[in-house]
């Protein structure tokens, strides 16, 4: 089930950031406690009347012709272009500026549900100055406060207001819906085309969740498959090639709706910064991963070839050790035979349940191999662990103490569990739980 969109623009200096972070809280620090994982922190979410969303900080939108405010205009359009909601800022003691009308007018264009916060309300006294900002045509202003958090409820409450429909997946359906995201030029449109070609057997185009995008649904050896169109991937214009930390923004939307997510890199160009904050996004969503080397033809290869190349995404990628690597070319075809079976490992691992009593019995035989180690002067006593979900598998220890459990011997459960179960392209969770 998609999250909402949020994009929180305007001119410079209007205190976007301010709000940003009020509204993502404590998040930002959250999400980088999985180790090896970097984050973009344009990107984040917020939570409001327990509705989950995703929110977007963009640069100030600047007038001019130079490089950089070209840029900045650029990658506004295209969080604009992402979003469900536009949350639209101006600053409420300069008033209406030139730079706040241009805004308006970028954003009249994006047939877009706008929200105009007027930041810098910072008491009762300056409530008069929001008046002028109905000239700007987007109906009521909101005042609000991003150093003292005022007014931002009844701003929210408008915001969730223009959420679009969630609507439940359906349970019954057993399609394995995956999807590609990478940097741009990774050769992400060559490989949906060589799947596509190369299979035949297109059953039907239909309309996706994501602005623009098409999901096309195939078969392959009685198994139903949907390829999720990663949001942008077919939109035209330098904007979408250019603007290379925004691609996140394009895959999100994707990812959410996916079983299986394929991370694909460039062969040629080798692994980049990008390549895994873009991945990070898929492995904290708990989706399957597959890790796709695309272009492998572009390289000389010989019998040490493929294994220097995985020792170094392995090191590189170290948060998703439990992922698939295929080596192909979507160009020649090399290799494309060995994708879809390494869709359908992940899929079905994903979706894996084990047996509580055989579960029990690879705990305990850890236990006996790797006693628990004391921790304080306390020691752990695990009496029990079940499995309590899927999409990814989710494992619940019953303890005397939760924080006894470190996250050192946590990991060893886990790597004792993979080695018993599998859950190869897949992550797992293991939570710990006081017995009561």
């Known amino acids: 089930m998609r999250k909402s969109v949020v994009a929180v623009v305007g001119r410079p200096n209007v205190g976007k950031s301010t709000i940003f972070n009020r509204l993502v809280g404590e998040r930002i620090s959250i999400v980088e406690d999985t180790p090896g994982v970097t984050r973009d922190r344009i990107y984040s979410e917020a939570e409001w009347l327990n509705t989950t969303f995703n929110i977007i900080d963009t640069g100030g939108i ?18 604009i272009d992402e979003a469900d909601v536009i949350l639209f800022m101006v600053n409420g003691r300069d008033g209406i500026t030139g730079a706040d009308e241009e805004v308006a007018r970028l954003l009249y264009k994006s047939n877009k549900p706008v929200v105009l ?13 929001i008046y002028e900002f109905y000239a700007l045509g987007f109906g009521e202003p909101f005042p609000i406060s991003g150093t ?10 408008e915001v969730v207001k223009h959420f679009p429909e969630r609507v439940m997946p359906d349970e019954d359906d057993d399609t394995i819906h995956f999807s590609l995201i990478g940097r741009p030029n990774v050769g992400k449109s060559s490989l949906v085309n060589s799947i596509l070609g190369e299979e035949r057997v297109i059953v039907s185009e239909i309309e996706g969740t994501t602005r623009d995008a098409i999901d096309t649904s195939f078969s392959k050896d009685d198994r139903d498959y949907v390829i999720i169109d990663t949001a942008g991937m077919r939109k035209k214009g330098k904007v979408y090639e250019t603007t290379e ?3 996140v923004l394009r895959a999100l939307k994707a990812i959410e709706r996916s079983d299986v997510v394929l991370v694909v890199l460039d062969a040629d160009t080798g692994i980049i910064e990008q390549d895994k904050k873009i991945a990070g996004y898929a ?25 220097k190349f995985e020792d170094k995404v392995r090191q590189q990628f170290q948060f998703l050790d439990y992922a698939p690597i295929v080596y192909l070319s979507a160009k ?4 494309m035979h060995t994708l879809l079976p390494s869709i359908l490992l992940a899929s079905e691992n994903h979706t894996k349940r084990v047996q509580t009593n055989i579960l029990n019995e690879v705990i305990m035989d850890a236990l006996a191999y790797k006693p628990v180690p004391s921790l304080k002067g306390q020691k752990l006593k695990i009496f029990y662990a079940t499995q309590v979900s899927i999409q990814p598998p989710t494992f619940v220890v019953f303890v005397n103490d939760p924080d006894l459990l470190h996250f050192s011997y ?12 599998g859950f190869e392209g897949t992550p797992i969770k293991i939570y710990a739980r006081q017995r009561k």
């Not at 003292?148 to 409450?157: A, F, K, R, S, T």
Request: net charge negative.
């Open 148 to 157: 003292h958090g005022l007014g931002l409820g009844d701003m929210l409450d």
């Open 283 to 307: 492995h904290e969503a708990g989706k399957g991963v597959v890790i796709v080397v695309n272009k492998w033809d572009a390289i000389e290869t010989d019998d040490k070839t493929m294994k």
């Open 62 to 79: 600047e007038l001019g012709d130079e490089p950089l405010l070209v840029q900045m205009r650029g990658q506004a359009e295209v969080a």
């Open 410 to 421: 946590e990991r060893f459960l886990e790597n004792r569990i993979r080695e018993a179960f």
């Open 245 to 247: 930390k925004y691609s």
């Open 332 to 335: 020649t075809k090399k290799r």
């Open 117 to 129: 916060a007027v930041n810098k309300i910072d008491n009762p006294e300056m409530q008069e100055k």
